[in-house]
């Protein structure tokens, strides 16, 4: 028979397996950005993150890092260009070569890089309507080969990212777990692997601990939000112990990363996250 504390104390200590990376962006938005890092490292956190590098002063991003005596998990390698649009391949290389020149210049682990172009809010800037899945799907595998190459030549890990489409993202091509696992494992990269963000995929797909054994050991970076609300765990329907119970029981040995949307403060999300 289960033994239902037993199973429950086990995903517990699960939860406390995994290195800590706080997305600052979101988190901590009370504060200048710069303090984040302090904030984020009195918190416990051993990494943090962030979406842009562009409007950035990347000698005070790494100062602030140091400082702090907290790492940097990485940020969005691609800004507006698109994977999926074979007229933008050598833009879209140029714009990663100088995204993995930021991350060394900051001391970053990895990349996050994603099918379609975002802009403001990440909004799909364009869903090419126009080109066919096959074109969109041998233009990313093209893409993304090469992204390869430069990965392993600078050593930055790039993590690519599928992402919700019923609610922050429509039009987004890249949106299952199964496509952006087979993609990486086609190309065969240990530099290129898949960012599972939980919340996205619970949205688009469900069944995550099943996808979890399916494609974990593709998995680079993983993101936590609630669903639905993309707020801190505990504030919608994901299991969250469950699903890193599942991580560990894979031995995903990565960053988990917290993307999400404090419901009230920071304070009351960092709270939640401990409690998790």
């Known amino acids: 028979m289960l033994d239902y504390k037993q199973t429950r104390e086990e995903e517990l200590e699960a939860v406390m397996k995994f290195r800590r990376s706080a997305c600052i962006e979101p988190l901590y938005a009370e504060l200048p950005f710069l303090d984040r890092f302090q904030a984020a490292r009195n918190d416990g956190f051993d990494f943090v993150e962030f979406w842009n590098w562009t409007d950035k002063d990347l000698d005070a991003v790494r100062d602030a890092a140091e400082r702090a005596g907290i790492g940097i998990a990485g940020f969005n390698g691609d800004a507006e260009l698109s994977l999926i649009d074979p007229v933008q391949r050598a833009d879209y290389l140029a714009f990663l070569r100088r995204s993995i020149a930021a991350a060394k210049r900051v001391g970053a682990r990895s990349l996050t890089i994603h099918s379609n172009g975002l802009g403001e809010g990440g909004r799909v800037l364009n869903a090419y309507a126009d080109l066919s899945d096959t074109v969109k799907l041998c233009a990313m595998y093209e893409t993304l080969r090469e992204c390869a190459v430069l990965a392993e ?7 690519l990212e599928p992402l ?8 987004n091509f890249l949106r299952t777990t199964r496509m952006a696992a087979e993609m990486t494992r086609l190309i065969g990269s240990p530099l290129l692997k898949v960012l599972y963000d939980v919340y996205h995929m619970q949205l688009n797909e469900g069944s995550l601990c099943d996808n979890i054994r399916a494609y974990g050991d593709q998995f680079g970076h993983i993101h936590i939000a609630d669903a639905p609300g993309r707020h801190e765990p505990g504030t919608g329907e994901i299991h969250y112990p469950r699903v890193l119970a599942c991580l560990e029981e894979i031995g995903y040995t990565g960053l988990v990363g917290f993307e999400l949307i404090p419901q009230t403060t920071t304070a009351e999300a960092v709270n939640a996250i401990q409690r998790l």
């Open 164 to 171: 919700n489409v019923t609610t922050d993202h429509p039009g």
């Open 153 to 159: 030549e600078t050593g930055i890990l790039l993590n």
